[in-house]
């Protein structure tokens, strides 16, 4: 199963099936960390349809820096699961 890092409408990102707040940084040692573990894992970017598109970049950008091969995106509207 994918690493999942959700977007919320105000940026704030979270980690994994329970959405833990997380900061940039925080989330940058958790990738790294992540592919120490498995080089292969996958990471799923699930993103609020009004998340800040800059947000979105950033954590792409940080799973490039982690060597993470396999991101996929996905968007959902406010307030469904």
Do not use: C, Y
Request: aromatic share 4%; hydrophobic share 45%; no cysteine.
């Amino acid at each position: 199963a994918p690493l999942v890092v959700t977007i919320n409408e105000k940026g704030i990102l979270g980690l994994g099936v329970e959405a833990k707040a997380i900061t940039l940084d925080n989330f940058k040692a958790e990738l790294a960390a992540q592919v120490e573990k498995n080089p292969q894992v996958k990471l799923a970017i699930s993103a609020d349809n009004n998340a800040p598109f800059g947000q979105i970049v950033k954590v792409m950008d940080a799973a490039k820096e982690a060597r993470i091969k396999s991101v996929n995106a996905f968007t959902k509207e406010a307030g469904k699961p």
